[in-house]
Structures are given as C-alpha cells and as structure tokens.
C-alpha cells in the first residue's frame, strides 16, 4: 500500500515537474544565459609599453554589466601591414608573484620563495580583459616599432580579442601594439630611448645629455666651500649620476661568483674619477637604501675595500608597486612604491662648531637584471667632509 | 381579459381552500428556535414552509410559532445555510433547529461581470473570503487580514504604520517597473482592483510610489470598516476578471457590504480594546559598558594618533562629566506599548422589498512610534427598494473621514526614528532644557492630515420581461486629502516649517448592462452587454515655508518669496477617462458542459492618441464531471462535486501617465514681452504608448469528496505581462533624458491548492475546519528593451563608470526570476593574511576598489576581512565582480487556518507563511558597522582632516550587542561568518559590511501566527435577562510570533524589494478584547 502511495506520489510530482518544465517550452520563455553587453569594448585600443618591463594595462576593458566570468583570447596577431607578427604572443618563462611583497623580507632566498617560473605569453589578457606585456619581451625577441618619433603603421603590431562568456561571444577588433624600445633604468636622460644609446641634445648630436642626482643639500664643496644645492652649476659644481651595468674588472677585490648577475653598486667618484670611501657618508643606513643583502646574506650592504657598497638584490628595482622602506616616501607614502629611493647621507661640523648634513636623495628604478652600479660623480668640485 | 384573471382565481382559491379542507383534519402549534450550528446565534429571518409554501419567519430572536398539520415536514431555510427539512412526530410541538452554514464552495454566489451567478455555472478561478473571517482583530486596513487566506493572493504586511497598507499581488509579479535606485528602489505597487458593491475603487494612491510618498498615504481601502463587509471575492484568471477590463489586470477583489437581512430591526454593537506591544527590540550595550567596548576598541585598533585623539574625545574620555554619564534607553523614548479601542455599530433591517443599514464606526490606532496613529469616523449607509418585482433600486453612501499622524516620517519610512533610536546610549536623553532636533522633530511635530471621502452610488434594475435585465448604476467620489505639518522652529535650526499639501481625487462612474437569460429545454442561455465609462482626476498641490513668528503660530502664514520654496501642483496630476463596451455569453448544457465568452472593447486615455483602444477577448470551459452520469455511477460514494476548468482571456491595465503620452512643458518665464512655454526635457513624449496587457490562460479543478470532508481547488496557471512601461535612457547626446516605452514583459506560473477539511462528522459536538491554502509562483523576465540586450541593471552610471558603484542595485535579467539581486559573493572570512591571493603580475595583494583611496595598500584585504569571489580575476574587488543572484519576489505563499468550536466556545488559529525569497539583510549590516565605529564619525578621515578634536558624540551611535554573531575572531580562525568588525581603522578602507553581498542575503522565508482568537458567546438565559438578544466575547492575539531562518529583525517588515530597508515601521504585536453585542 505504501508503495502505491509512494509511486502515486512520485507519478504525481513528475508530472508537476515536466508541467513546470514543460510551461518554459510551451510558451517559449527564454532560459537565462550570462550577460554579454553588446556595447562592451575596450576603452583604450593602443598600447605603446616599454619592453623589458611588465607593463599592466587596467581598466581598459568596459564590459557594461556583462557577467563575469569571461574569457579574453587575443587572435589574429599581425603587423600593420598584415605580415605574421605571432612571434609576440611566444611563450617565455616568466617570473611570477606567489605571495605578497612586503619589503621586509631578510634574505634573498625568501624574496626568491615569493616568486616562481611560470610559463606566460610575452603578451597575456586577463580575466578583466586587462593586458599585460611582460617583461619577457624585451629588444632581443621584439623589436621596437619605431626608431624615432613617428612610428609607421606596417610597423605597429595589430590583434583581436574575442570575449566569451556563455552568454555568447564577440570579437574586439584592431587592437594595435606599438612596443617601445627597453629603458632599463630610470631616471634616463642620458638614454636615447629610441636607439638605446647615450643620449645627444640634438638627434645625431654629440652634445650628452646627463643624469643629475634629483635633491643634493647641505653638501659644500671641497674647494669653494659653496653650497652644491644645484649638480648642474658649473660654478658650484656639477654631479652627474650614472646607472650603468659593471663588469669586473681583474684589479678589483674577490668576486662571489653566486652574487654574479644580480649585484647592485653604490659608488661614490671624485673629480678625478678616483673613489670616495662610502664610510665617509657616516650617518648613512646602508641597510635601509636598497633591499639587498651582504654577502652573508644577511641585510645591508657590504663597503668593499672603501671603494662602494655592494648590495645582493633581486630584480626589478623596486621589486613591486607596493610602499617599503626602500622606496619614495617610505611606508607612509600610500600612494608611493613605484620608485625605489636612496638617501645618502653625512655629517660634519661646520663653520662655528655647527653641525651640518650633507645629503644626496635619489629616485630610480631598474628594470632589467645585471650587474648595475649607481654612480654619483663629483665632476668638477668634491664634497667637503671634513669639519671646519 | 379580466375573465381570464378572474376565472384562474377562483380556481386557485377553491384549490387553496380543498387544501384548507383537507389539512384541517388536525392542527398543531409548533414553536421553536432557529438557531446557527457554529455559533449559536439566534437566525433571524429563516424561513420556514411547509410544502414549498413560506409560512412564516423566525423573529429577532430567531424564534418562531406556526401552525401546520400535524405529522407534516418543516423545511428551514436562509440564504448561506443548508435547508433543512424536519418531519413532525405526531404531536410534536416543540423544535429546535440549528442550521449549519452552507459551506460547500459550489453554491456560493459569485459575481462576474457586476451580474451575480452561481459557482456553478461559471469557468472563472475565484475564492471568496466571508466577513467573519475577517472580524475580531481590529486593524485599520482589512486587507492585511486576506494574509495567507487565498491561494494566489500574496499578501506581505510590511509596514506596521497605522492606516498604511502592505504589498499585494494576485498571482506573482505584474510588474518590473521600479523607481528609485540603490538602496532606495521601490518596486510600483500592482494592488488588485476592488469592487466595492459594484463600484470600482484603486487602492493604490495615486501619488503612492513604493514607501516614500507624498500625501497622508492613507489607502482609501483603510476607510471601510471591518464590521460591514459581508463578503470578499478574490478573482484570478482571466475569464474571471475580463469584465473588469482596462484595470482588471492584477486580479479584481469584490467586497460586498453587509445588507438588512432581518425583518425586524438589528443593531449590533461591536466593541474591541486592544494593546499594541512593540516587537524585541535591538539589544545595545548602555552607559560604562558602550564606552568601556569603544575604548576598548582604540586601544586595540588604533592607528595613525588615534590614541591622541581618544583623549581629546570627552564622550569618550571625559566619564565623569555629567553631560556624557548617561545610558539613555532610546529605544523606549520613541516606541512604547499604547492602548486603543474602535467602536462599531451597526443597525439593519428589511426584507427582499426593502431593507436598510447603517454602519458606524470609530477606530483608533496609536502607533507603537511616538507621534504616530490613525483614527477614522466612518458612516455608510445603503438601501434597497423593491416596489415590485420587476423594479429594484439599491442605494449606497459611504462617508469617511480618516485622521493620520506620521511623525517625523513619512508615514511607512521613519528615517529621523529610526536615526535617532540609534543615538550612542552616553547621550542625555531629551530633557525640559535638552533635546536635540531630532528629538524634538519626532516628538513636536504637529500634523493633521488625512482623507475625507464621501461616495455615493445608486443602481437600479428592471426586469423588462423575464429573463432580460435592465441595469444601470453610477457613483462618484470624492476624496479629499490634505496634510498640514508644523515643524517647530527648535526643531528646525531656529527655523519653523510648514508644510502643505493639499491633493483632490474624483471619480465618476457609469455603468448600463442588459442581461438576458433564456433556458430551451437541456441548453442555457445567458447574454451580457455592458459600457462603462470612468472618469478620474487627481491633482496634488504642495508648498512649503520657513519661518513663521513663533512656536504657536502655524499660519496663516504671509506669501514671502525669500521663506517659499515656490510649491505647485505635483507632477503626479492625473486626467483619466476610460470608456468600455463589454459582453458576456455563457451555454450551458444541462450544467455539464459551461462556455463563457466575453469581448470588451477598451478605449483609454492613458494609451497613446495613436492607438487608445484595446480589445480583450476571454473563453472558458468548464466540465462538471459529476454531473455525468458514468462518473456519479461509479464515485457517489465519495464523490460530491467535480469540475474541470479551462480559460483564456486577456486583460490591460493603463501605465503611461499623461506626461509620458504628450510631454511637460514648463513656463520659462517671457521674452520680448512673450510668455515662453517650452517642452521638459527630462521626458520625450511617447504618442504610441499602449496599457499593460495581461494574458492568462488557467486549468483549474474543484471538487469536494466524502461529504464535505474535504473541499479541493487546484488551479495552474500561465500569465504572460505584457507591454510593461520600462524608462529607457537615452544617449547624453540627445536633448531628452529619458522615455517610456512598452517593451518590458515578463510571466508568471504557477500552481495553486486549497483545502478545506472538516474531519468530523457532521453529527459532532465539536466542529473543527482546517483550512489550508498554497501556491508556487514563479516569474520569468521576458523581454527588455532591444538595446539593454537581456540585462539591466537599475543603476545607469554601471555604463558610465563600473568600478565606482556601490549600494543595493536591482538587476533584471532575460529568463530568470524578473527581480534579482546583484552582489558580491561572499565565501567567508580569510583565516589568515596568508590566505589572501596574490597578483601574480603586481604582486599586490587582493583590493578593493575604493575612489576615495585609489589604489592604496590600505585597501588591501587580510587576515578577518569578508573573502569576496573576484570573478574576473583582476585581484581587485569592484563593481564587475558583482553576480546577479537571488530572488526578490517568493516563490511560495499561503496559510493555514485552524477553527475548533463546541458549544459557546470556538477557537480559530490562522497562520501564513512565505517561503524560498532572498532579503537582503541591511539592518544586519548597519549594525555590524554601528560596531565599527568608536569614534562616532564612521570614518576617522573625516575626523582628522577636522583636526581630531571634535566633539563627536551626537553623531556616535549605539553599540549593538553582537554576541549571537560568528565574528572572526583572531588569526587562523577560518569558520567565522562575519569579517573582524572591531578594527575600525582597517574596515573604512574594506566596507566588509557593504550590504550588497550574498553574506546578507538571508533566506526570508517564514511561518507566521496571525493571530489566535477565543470566542465564546454568553448562555441565552443569561442574555435575556439582562434584555439583550446575543452577546459573544473575544479575546485574539495577531502577529504572535513568526519562525523564520532570517536574521534581521522582522522578516516581514522589509519592502516588496526584499530590501529590509532601515527606518521602516516595526510591526507591533496586538492582544485585543472584543465583544459584540445584538440588541
């Protein structure tokens, strides 16, 4: 009796069942499916980045409301001129964040713990529909659009991305790729980012342009006992700043051939090129300037034979967009951390027994991995560290 | 001629006199009670024949005396019971009868197309809710006791403002219009048409947009008093509905008014007093404890000089001082229990030829907020004459006056209460010398508004020759509505308000019909043809001034253009003419086999000027099945009455106002000495707007089984909205904003049960009836504007920036429930920093997208904040990542009612419930962020850009208690519900509390006691000796608790949005004592 009841039961509620399903068919009512606007676009068509730097462009892609989430596949790479330009979307081993960076990691080993290789395509779209170039692509694999300012179109580099959800799918057309010659540092005046050589006043000059440190004060000069506030006045004394890849060189002290490729100098040069000791900086944190590590590993620079300070670091420079210690502004500065930052600082007692400091603060950044030194050159007059 | 009357006379006579003859063998004197089998009452007016002859009527006290033969059958009879027949014993002369109410649903009357049929013969799904269904609780509107009574008929009180109504819909959604956006969206009220004794009455206010509206807001619904109705007819389908055409699409519900029935005159005195209770409250912590917990909390939490500033903060640190050494309950300053009574009488008289009554009545209801009530004064009176047969009039005039007081509010919103209950307990309460504003505008305000309606009808008839019925009837009402408000100078920043408004509603209606009914042998005609014209208009006008002489003068107060702020008529300014030409045509054959046709041609004046008619044509069918003999054969038994319906039928109801069809033009004031009127460019006019249309096709079953144990309605049934009015906005390139097109449409299916069991026997002492009701709603988004594609989210700035919207948005999507929700998904809280993804580009941890911080590492998410799904993979938390979800409206609603009665006493428990529906849990989140902020300032920004050291203790707010909350507790603790809502100074950048995620959309399904009433009427002796006909005492309870998986407050008391909306009226708990008296 009581399987009767249940198969009356069970008869009865498929029937209610194939009714309810059967009410969608028989009147034709639609079945939901994901949202896919047909005014979603991408607000911005044309990316100039830099190679040989991860360049993550956001937002670019409106989706009016469409559901997410949605799939972005670039397609049909190609110059300007319709020639093959795949060569862009090869697959690069690539470094990749796993855990945050926070700046206050004490070896090398636990920044390199954050980070692993993963195999990406120089030229990658997000879930959002954001692109991202990365650093992967650099001269060597992508040659930059253009080598002056007008860039041609057979040299622009063009695709498509078609989104998909299960609401459907379109294809975004005509998205064009116009890579810029890599800079690997900043600041770069004395870079020609079109060629990628020193850079001249004029196009095919022969006049240079120089790198001054950003802030120098309280620093005097040796011989005019002047203020050098400013690096490019002659009359005070002219600083250049060089960030520049060093090779070693046999006269130099030992190397750690493990330290090899990702080095970092900080070297200070009088008028005739010859070192100044760092030590003289006496009231700088050598530890608290470049997220680097000593040769045993431990936090800080070494000063290697009162020639520079040698830091083990992990490249880029800054590692990420994210405010440390080591980058402008310090942790306090929210919106800061794209810019790693030094403060070089000394001090000695001026005229009438007064305490004076001498400091040099500098923004820069490093974008490709080597053996980099920063060079400030006292071109003309040398610091004064003695006390008066 | 007279030959031919004179003769039939005498034979007639001689025949009557043979009889006379032959019966005066032996005669007998019977005397006896008619008396009602439930309640006992005394049945007035039974009639009571012998041979299908009326002998005579039982009095007032349902006694009677007659004289028949000796050994002959008695036969009782009234209308709504069963006829009774009774065989004398020899020499018996004494009988006591007890009718029992005719409660099979087949012989009920029911009326379609203003022309009353039987059940039978008809194909329309409808119920019908008898008046005393609807008695022994007093409310001010008798709508909200339908709750969970009809199949079908969802009912959501979710106002506890006096006088206010809740959210009705007949057969789910009718509408996907909204206004509003955000957290202030309001869905357009679709209420069902009613009928009131054949004259049509909106009961929606015309000016009422969802909560906020302008007017007393008082439904002309609330001004029929509880006691007169007799009878409420809730329609469905099509068939039922299609003669109520152009505004009959949301179903019709026809009340009919209570009519003399009783041939001696009644009066009937009703008496209630009852006891409003508030609901539970919110629980705070009060005095040292709430600053011990915000101190506390600094000293854990802080950041930046946070510690500086807490000693600069004197509610804070400052404990001695008199000022701030409080724990003011300010829950209790604003609600408090109050004592109301309502009066009711009700005199009646008459026969069929002519009868009368007059109802009474007084109600009172303060509400549970302070400064809050409802009071009406109603008198309705109607008559009928029937000099002859043939001719009848009937006669109606209800007159009411109704009196609201809304507070500070706005009536259904109590924003400033609702604010200011929140008050930080450290506070002083309000005092002689002390209040703030708030208080004072709650607790002084001075209002008086409310309708006055007087509306009169009158109907008369004429039977032309038999069978064909000629009809005509009119009304016109007027309502007036006028709110004064005088907001104290104290009150109002040293500056009185006043406000007026001042809104007019006329209706004028007309209706001539011709019916004819003719039987040929087995087939049945009946034929209906009717027009109609209804003509309406409402005009609102407002206008406020600052500024008046003092705290005593309220007016009249001097035009000063400088205190104005200018007023006018409001733009809800309605001029609406709707004339109809309908006809009905039913067959039947032998009863079995029922067709109902109807046309009604439509013409309206709220469709465009291009196309201002509709026709709506509508078929049924029904199938008696036990009327077939091969079916009653076999199932007699068991079987008492069967059917199977089937209709179709369409039906419109008008949406565009006259803005939308011609466009508003505004004076703009004069050039060269011209006057200038020039087109608003908000709107452009759309001339092809058309009404709503609404088809319906509906299979219905009916049955009754076992001798009335059990009656059974089963109905399914497809209705397809379409034309629905939806605001389309236009590009900014163009000079209009926006305009109104017809190109929304949804559906609704479903399936509807009601069951009535009477499980004992007839025979019983004891008289027990369950009724039980469900039905299954669902709704799906049909069509939207070609240009949103399928989707629309109600928030138009999604197009103009997706990363910056935040708040409630209601999103409409093609082929699923038309209004769902769209948020964040939340899957817990992170245990640990750890835990939270990392940008494998940026090596940032997850954000949030914050425009007031950028992309700040502050906005970062950690260990004890909500773990937000980001759908699209971006390690940033915005407006993208929201998903559609949920759904606003319920899928199942219905009631259960349970009465139990023996002897004098009965007992009726009625329960209603609403199951599978998402409510957003607003006041849940609030006060999770009433948690977040020790300082009282909400953001210790704001605070420091003020220096650090205001003073903020009016604007802190209470501390709620959160110990039934899993609240994360510390590093590692991976099973907490909620994020950590201690640290203040974390959560202004995260707003883990936002409202808009899947975290506080709580199931809203629930199973509610409406109320629990005891009855018992006093013992008859007793009664007359103290000289009275019938006494019957009550004691009821209503709204005496809900069972609900929700979390917030009053899962009922949230907007037809399933938005629990902050600030809205608490729905109090009643314990009424009532008696009725009949003189």
């Known amino acids: 009796m009581q399987n009767t009841i249940k198969y009356r039961a069970f008869v009865l509620l498929t029937a209610v069942v194939a009714f309810s399903g059967g009410c969608r068919k028989i009147f034709n009512l639609p079945t939901e499916k994901d949202y896919l606007s047909a005014q979603a676009d991408y607000t911005t068509k044309q990316f100039s980045p830099v190679l040989g730097r991860t360049t993550l462009e956001l937002n670019i892609f409106n989706p009016v409301g469409s559901t997410f989430p949605m799939t972005f596949t670039v397609k049909n790479p190609r110059f300007g001129d319709g020639r093959d330009a795949s060569d862009m979307l090869a697959v690069q081993p690539t470094l990749v964040w796993t855990q945050e960076y926070t700046g206050k990691e004490t070896s090398l080993a636990q920044i390199e713990a954050k980070r692993h290789l993963e195999n990406h395509p120089m030229l990658e779209t997000r879930g959002n529909g954001d692109l991202v170039f990365w650093y992967t692509a650099d001269t060597t694999k992508i040659k930059p659009a253009n080598t002056d300012t007008v860039v041609y179109p057979q040299q622009e580099r063009l695709f498509d991305i078609k989104i998909t959800n299960t609401g459907g799918s379109r294809t975004i057309t005509n998205l064009a790729y116009i890579p810029q010659r890599d800079i690997p540092y900043t600041p770069s005046n004395d870079y020609n980012t079109y060629t990628g050589k020193p850079n001249t006043t004029t196009p095919g000059g022969h006049t240079l342009v120089y790198n001054y440190p950003d802030n120098l004060s309280g620093i005097k000069g040796e011989t005019t006992d002047q203020l050098m506030s400013d690096p490019k006045n002659a009359q005070t004394g002219i600083v250049y700043l060089y960030i520049r890849k060093f090779v070693d060189l046999p006269g130099d002290p030992p190397v750690d051939q493990a330290a090899v490729g990702h080095r970092l100098r900080l070297i200070f040069l009088k008028t005739d090129s010859s070192y100044i000791d760092p030590i003289k900086f006496n009231t700088t944190k050598w530890q608290d300037q470049i997220h680097g590590f000593k040769a045993d590993g431990t936090p800080g620079g070494d000063i290697v034979d009162h020639k520079w300070v040698e830091y083990n670091v992990a490249y880029p420079i800054p590692l990420a967009n994210i405010p440390t210690k080591f980058t402008s502004g310090g942790i306090t500065n929210v919106t800061g951390g794209g810019s790693a930052q030094l403060n070089i600082t000394y001090s000695r007692i001026g005229f009438g027994n007064v305490t004076e400091v001498g400091s040099i603060s500098q923004a820069f950044q490093i974008f490709e991995k080597g053996d980099w030194e920063i060079v400030f050159h006292f071109k003309t007059v040398n610091p004064k560290f003695d006390n008066d | ?1079």
């Open chain 2, 1 to 1079: 001629m007279r030959k031919q009357i004179i003769w039939p006379s005498i034979f007639f006579c001689c025949l009557f006199l043979c009889q006379n003859l032959i019966a005066q063998v032996r005669k007998v004197t019977v005397k006896g009670t008619v008396i009602d089998k439930a309640t006992k009452e005394p049945m007035a007016g039974a009639t009571i024949s012998v041979g299908g002859k009326g002998l005579s009527q039982a009095d007032v006290d349902g006694k009677f005396t007659v004289v028949v033969d000796d050994g002959s059958t008695l036969v009782f009879s009234i209308v709504g019971y069963t006829t009774q027949s009774v065989k004398l014993k020899p020499g018996q002369v004494l009988l006591n009868v007890s009718l029992d109410a005719d409660t099979r649903q087949i012989d009920e009357t029911v009326i379609r197309g203003y022309v009353k049929r039987s059940r039978e013969e008809t194909t329309g799904a409808s119920y019908i809710v008898t008046g005393k269904e609807v008695q022994d609780n007093p409310v001010g509107n008798v709508e909200q006791l339908l709750q969970g009574k009809v199949a079908g008929l969802n009912i959501q009180n979710n106002t506890g403002a006096p006088g206010l109504r809740g959210s009705v819909n007949i057969r789910g959604l009718s509408t996907i219009q909204t206004t509003g956006t955000g957290d202030n969206t309001f869905l357009q009220p679709t209420s069902p048409l009613y009928i009131i004794d054949g004259i049509p009455l909106t009961a929606d206010q015309a000016s009422q947009y969802g909560f906020d509206q302008q007017g007393s807001g008082v439904s002309p619904l609330s001004l029929i008093p509880q006691e007169d109705i007799q009878s409420m007819e809730v329609l469905k389908d099509a068939t039922a509905t299609a003669l109520y055409g152009s505004r009959g699409a949301y179903g019709v519900i026809l009340i009919t008014t209570v009519r003399g029935k009783s041939k001696i005159p009644r009066v009937v005195y009703t008496s209630n007093y009852y006891v409003s209770a508030i609901p539970k409250l919110r629980s705070t912590l009060g005095g040292d404890a709430e600053r011990q917990f915000r101190i506390a909390q600094i000293n854990q939490y802080a950041v930046n000089n946070d510690k500086f500033i807490l000693s600069n903060t004197p509610f804070l640190a400052d404990s001695l001082n008199a000022f701030y050494n409080n724990s003011t309950n300010w829950q209790a300053i604003y609600y408090s229990n109050q004592f109301n009574t309502t009066q009711n009488v009700e005199l009646d008289g008459g026969d069929d030829k002519f009868n009368y009554k007059a109802n009474l009545k007084y109600f009172s209801q303060t509400g549970i907020v302070e400064n809050t009530g409802f009071e009406t004064y109603s008198l309705d009176m109607n008559m009928q004459f029937k000099p002859s047969p043939k001719l009848g009039f009937f006669g109606a005039v209800r007159t009411s006056l109704g009196k609201i007081k809304t507070g500070s509010g706005t009536g259904v919103l109590q924003n400033i209460v609702a604010n200011s209950v929140n008050n930080s307990s450290l506070n002083p309460g309000p005092s002689f010398l002390l209040a703030s504003s708030d208080v004072l505008s709650t607790l002084d305000i001075r209002n008086s508004a409310g309708p006055k309606e007087i509306s009169v009808n009158m109907n008369a008839n004429y039977e032309l020759f038999p069978g064909l019925n000629l009809q005509t009837s009119g009304n016109y009402d007027y309502t007036i509505d006028n709110t004064d408000k005088f907001l104290p100078a104290a009150a109002n920043a040293q500056y009185a308000q006043i406000d007026n408004e001042y809104q007019a509603t006329s209706v004028l209606y007309n209706r001539n019909n011709i019916s004819y009914t003719k039987s040929l042998g087995s087939h049945n005609l009946f034929l209906n043809v009717f027009d109609e014209i209804y003509i309406t208009n409402f005009q609102a006008n407002y206008t406020r001034i600052y500024g008046s002489p003092n705290d005593q003068y309220e007016g009249p107060t001097g035009y000063d253009g400088g205190l104005s702020t200018g007023g006018g008529v409001l733009n809800t300014f309605t001029n609406l003419k709707t004339a109809a030409l309908a006809a009905a045509f039913t067959y039947d054959y032998k009863k079995k086999y029922i067709l109902d046709l109807t046309y009604r041609l439509d013409g309206s004046s709220a469709n465009g000027p291009a196309d201002p008619y509709t026709k709506n044509p509508s078929i049924g069918f029904k199938w008696n099945l036990y009327k077939e003999d091969w079916i009653a054969d076999r199932t007699s038994k068991w079987l008492d009455y069967a059917d199977i319906r089937l209709t179709a039928g369409q039906n419109i109801y008008p949406v565009g106002t006259l803005q939308d069809i011609y466009g508003k033009y505004n004076p703009n004031g004069f050039y060269n000495n011209l006057p200038r009127v020039g087109i608003d460019f908000t709107e452009i006019p759309n001339p092809y707007l058309k009404s709503k249309n609404v088809i319906q096709y509906n299979l219905g079953f009916d049955g009754s089984f076992f001798g009335g144990k059990l009656d059974m309605i089963f109905d399914t049934y497809y209705k397809a909205v379409t034309n629905d009015l939806f605001t389309n906005n236009l590009p900014n390139v163009l000079g209009f904003g926006t305009y109104q097109s017809n190109d929304a449409s949804l559906s609704d299916y479903g399936y509807e049960l009601s069951l009535t069991i009477r499980p004992l026997r007839k025979s019983s002492k004891v008289n027990w009836t369950i009724m039980m009701n469900g039905a299954l709603n669902y709704d799906v988004l049909v069509k939207l504007p070609a240009q949103y594609n399928g989707q629309y989210i109600d928030d138009n700035t999604t197009t103009v920036n997706p990363l910056f919207i935040s708040g409630q948005y209601l999103a409409k999507r093609v082929g699923r429930n038309s209004l769902s929700n769209y948020l964040f998904t939340n899957q817990g809280v992170y245990a640990t920093t750890a835990d939270v993804p990392v940008d494998p580009v940026t090596g940032i941890r997850l954000r949030n997208s914050n425009p007031l911080y950028a992309n700040q590492p502050n906005l970062s998410y950690q260990g004890g904040d909500a773990k937000l799904v980001d759908y699209n993979h971006d390690y940033v938390i915005d407006a993208r990542d929201r998903q559609v979800n949920g759904n606003t409206q319920p899928l199942l609603t219905g009631g259960v009612s349970n009465t139990v009665s023996y002897g004098a006493f009965s007992v009726n428990i009625y329960t209603s419930y609403t199951a599978v529906r998402s409510i957003i849990n607003a006041s849940l989140a609030q006060r999770l962020t009433q948690l977040s902020d020790p300082f009282g300032v909400n953001n210790a920004i704001n605070q420091n850009a003020n220096g650090g050291l205001a003073n903020n203790a009016s604007l802190a707010r209470a501390v709620p208690t959160a110990t039934d909350l899993r609240i994360w507790q510390g590093t590692g603790d991976a099973t907490a519900k909620y994020a950590n809502v201690y640290n203040y100074a974390h959560e202004q950048y995260l707003d883990n509390f936002r409202a808009e995620q899947t975290l506080f959309q709580e199931n809203g399904s629930y199973f509610k006691i409406n109320q629990v009433t005891l009855s018992y009427i006093l013992p008859k002796n007793f009664v007359k000796r103290i000289g009275l006909n019938n006494i019957r005492t009550y004691v009821s309870g209503s709204n005496l608790a809900v069972f609900t998986p929700y979390s917030g407050p009053n899962v009922e008391n949230v907007n037809a949005l399933g938005k629990d909306v902050d600030g809205a009226y608490p729905n109090p708990r009643t314990y009424t004592f009532g008696f009725n008296v009949t003189f």
